[in-house]
Structures are given as C-alpha cells and as structure tokens.
C-alpha cells in the first residue's frame, strides 16, 4: 500500500502527518522555521517512506520549493493544494479563490468533514487571527486581523521597552506585561465574540466554534465551548487528498 503523508508548511512551522486509509490522521509532526530557513536537521525528521505528498503552504516560496524538492529528492509524487471555488460540498465566498489563503480553505474543508450541516465559525490563530463563517457548505466570508503574538510584536518593535511575551490575560491589569497580555488577547477575543454574535444574526443559529493554530490555547481559556482543532488544515487536506482518489 502506497504512503500518503500531508503537509501543511505555514508561517512559523511545518506540520506533518500519513493519511490512512479511510482519510484519518497519523500523529502530528512539527518542525520550526525562521522565515527563511528551516531548523537544523530538519530533512531527517521528515518521513522516510512518502510515495504521495499532498503539500498546502502559506510560507515564503524558497521554503516552499525547498520542502517540496526534499519531497521529489525521496521520490514522492507531490501536489500542491491551492485554494477552489469549490471542492466536496465547500464553495467559497471570495470572487476570486486564489485571494483567498491556502490554510483557510482546507480549514474549512476540515470543518465540513466534521459536520456538513452545522454553522462553523473557523478561527486561526497564527501570525494573522482569521475568522471564517461556514454554513452547511457555503462560506459565508470572514475576517483577518493580527494575532495577539503579532500585536505584541509590532508594539515591542515600535516601542523596545514593552515586552514582546509574558504576562496573563485578566480583566484589569496592574503591571505592564499582565495588561499587554490582556489587551491583545481581549481583542482577538472580543472579535471572536463579535464574530459569533454576527454568525448568530446572519443564520439564525449558534456556530460551532473551531478554533486552530500555535496561539489557540490562550484564547480556549476564555473561549466556553469552544472546539479545539489543531490539525484542522491537515484534516482539510486530507479531504483534498482524497477528493482526487
């Protein structure tokens, strides 16, 4: 039996996974990059036996072509994901489907393999914090905004002084890193918030809320009944994989 295995290349990792046969996921694998170039030793961690690479990247294109001739240098028939108009019950918003982020549309393609009848608001929370709105099959738009890692970036590279990382998400802070932490994750929280109201009034019920990437534990915390989805684009890649069976 051939190996199947996906990977998803996005802003600060490579995450990776086989594909079974019935579309399920093997244990997650993770490699860090700076950008630029991958973590030292990363062409041995990636799996040695890949007869099918199904490949969705979001990533600088000289990492892109590099993991993708790693892959053909192993002797793996590669294919690249790239966002479709519409694909297995799944139909975008976006006039234009390559406008529209790679990691999105399989995010969406994983919610609807979970449940093709619910409402689905589908956050990531990476570099950029995305909120997608998914109902049934038909996506409905949504929304990007800078992840609270990013905003404590920008704000540490414009002014040296604040921290990039540290402190704790409360409601009124009374020190400099707890109130950082709580003002750039209150406002990825209250557009989620917003986002879920908003989902309400446009289809007349409550979304499921499934909520992926590096940053989404400190959000799950004061996210009541949220989902967590963490292979959720592998999920959606697999059903991308499959659709071409």
């Known amino acids: 039996m051939s190996a199947t295995w996906l990977f998803d290349l ?18 997650v694998h993770a490699l860090g990059h700076d950008g630029a170039a991958f973590e030292h030793g990363w062409e041995m961690r990636l799996p040695a036996h890949c007869d099918i690479a199904w490949v969705a990247s979001v990533a600088a294109p000289t990492l892109r072509d590099a993991l993708l001739e790693a892959l053909a240098g192993r002797g793996s028939q590669v294919h690249l994901a790239r966002t479709q108009a519409t694909l297995g019950g ?9 406008r529209l982020g790679v990691d999105r549309f399989l995010a969406l393609l994983g919610a609807h393999a979970r449940d093709a009848t619910a409402v689905s608001l589908v956050v990531g929370v990476g570099t950029a914090l995305t909120v997608d709105l998914l109902d ?21 590279a414009r002014v040296p002084m604040l921290p990039e990382t540290g402190g704790t998400c409360t409601e009124f802070a009374d020190d400099t890193d707890d109130a950082l932490a709580s003002g750039c994750e209150g406002a990825a929280l209250a557009l989620v918030a917003q986002s879920v109201e908003a989902a309400v009034a446009r289809t007349g019920r409550a979304p499921v809320l499934l909520v992926h990437g590096g940053g989404a534990p400190a959000l799950l915390r004061r996210l009541p009944g949220a989902v967590h989805a963490p292979a959720l684009v592998l999920e959606g890649l697999a059903h991308r994989a499959r659709a071409s069976a």
């Open 136 to 156: 049934g099959g038909r996506h409905l738009g949504g929304r990007i905004a800078p992840s609270p890692a990013l905003m404590r970036a920008a704000l540490h």
């Open 10 to 27: 996005g802003n600060s990792r490579l995450k990776f996974a086989s594909m079974h046969a019935g579309g399920s996921l093997g244990a």
């Open 90 to 98: 799944v139909s975008i918003a976006y006039a234009e489907p390559s």
